[in-house]
């Protein structure tokens, strides 16, 4: 519980840079954040390596770098609401948070989001509202968003979200067959339409309809 050593965070901040991880903000916000206290039992001594990893659910806490990618591709600023869908173990929400000034996250298990805000709560994150439910919609209520980051694996960027972007907004989201590699997009909305960057092959688990068993 009480974080890494020095030297596995040195190792673990290298490894972030070394894969393309750069914006000092960041990085300081991934050294911050102790990715230990988002895994449980055997997984948590595996904190530190750049790898994803199993979390409840049959869900995975993303590859840190990939975390350290996504984040750096939304450009987020202090005064920005941040939409995230797939809270999965919330560490991702948990950099968010740190970066952005209030963040909205939404999971379909239940159990997930419980989890989660036990860590937010313990992290003292009060700028974080987890919620359960299908994300694929958005998040009507608390739209539009500056940013909206997707941790799970659309066929297309989802409608909804596009909608939920205000004008000058940036999502970032995988996109491709479930099962196969999917590429890393993201989507600028100007004011005279939707701006596509393909990033990097990444693979996520899919997004998929409706609310998790549990629920
Ligand atoms: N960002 C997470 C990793 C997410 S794994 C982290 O930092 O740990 C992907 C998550 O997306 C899973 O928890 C899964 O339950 C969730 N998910 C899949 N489809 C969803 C949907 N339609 N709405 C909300 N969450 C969804």
Do not use: W
């Amino acid at each position: 519980m009480s974080g890494p050593d020095a030297e596995t965070q040195m190792q673990f901040l290298f490894a972030l840079r070394s894969r393309g991880v750069t914006d000092s903000a960041v990085l300081e916000a991934m050294e911050a954040v102790d990715r230990g206290l988002f895994l449980r039992g055997f997984f948590s001594e595996r904190a530190y390596e750049d790898v994803p990893l199993p979390i409840a659910c049959g869900q995975t806490i993303s590859q840190p770098s990939v975390v350290g990618l996504m984040t750096q591709a939304l450009q987020l600023s202090p005064r920005d609401t941040v939409l995230e869908v797939g809270t999965g173990s919330g560490y991702q929400a948990a950099i968010l948070a740190k970066l952005a000034r209030r963040v909205y996250t939404v999971d379909r298990h239940a159990q997930l989001v419980r989890e989660a805000r036990q860590v937010f709560q313990k992290l003292r994150l009060a700028n974080v509202t987890s919620i359960v439910g299908d994300g694929s919609h958005g998040m009507r209520e608390q739209a539009p968003f500056d940013r909206i980051i997707v941790t799970a694996a659309a066929e297309d960027p989802p409608g909804p979200l596009l909608a939920q972007l205000k004008p000058g907004g940036i999502m970032v989201v995988p996109v491709g067959q479930s099962d196969a590699v999917q590429t890393l997009i993201r989507v600028r909305k100007t004011e005279t339409g939707l701006e596509y960057d393909e990033l990097r092959p990444v693979r996520f688990v899919p997004l998929l309809e409706g609310l998790g068993k549990d629920t």
